[in-house]
C-alpha cells in the first residue's frame, strides 16, 4: 500500500488549501486516519484525525477551528481543509493511519508566506 498526499503549495497568510491522501485497495476505508506535518529542523507533529465512519475528528490545538479533516471511503481519500493558515502552518504534510501506522508517503509540501 502507498500513501499519495497531493494538494499543497504556495499560498499567503489568511489563505486557504484543501490537501487529499488516497491509497491503493481498502487501506483508507478500513483505518482511522490522520494528517500529520514536519517543518523544517522539527519532529513530525500530529494534526488532526478522523474515526473510521467519519464521525469522530481530533485536532491539535494549533489547527483546531482553522483545519477539518474529512474522508470519503468510496474514493478511498481523505481530506484536509486549511483556512486562516498562518507561516507556522508551513511544513510538509503527510497522512497515514493512526493507529496502525505504515510506510510513510512522500508528503505535500505547504508554504505559507506573509
Known amino acids: 500500500v502507498q500513501l499519495v498526499e497531493s494538494g499543497g503549495g504556495l499560498v499567503q497568510a489568511g489563505g486557504s488549501l484543501r490537501l487529499s491522501c488516497v491509497a491503493s485497495g481498502s487501506f483508507v476505508s478500513s483505518n482511522a486516519m490522520a494528517w500529520f506535518r514536519q517543518a523544517p529542523g522539527k519532529q513530525r507533529e500530529f494534526i488532526a484525525r478522523?474515526?473510521?465512519?467519519?464521525?469522530?475528528?481530533h485536532y491539535a490545538d494549533s489547527v483546531k477551528g482553522r483545519f477539518t479533516i474529512s474522508r470519503d471511503n468510496a474514493k478511498e481519500a481523505v481530506y484536509l481543509q486549511m483556512n486562516n493558515l498562518k507561516n507556522e502552518d508551513t511544513a510538509v504534510y503527510y497522512c497515514?493511519?493512526?493507529?496502525?501506522?505504515?510506510?510513510w508517503g512522500q508528503g505535500t509540501q505547504v508554504t505559507v508566506s506573509s
Open positions: 497515514n493511519a493512526l493507529p496502525y501506522e505504515i510506510s
Open positions: 478522523i474515526s473510521v465512519g467519519g464521525g469522530i475528528t
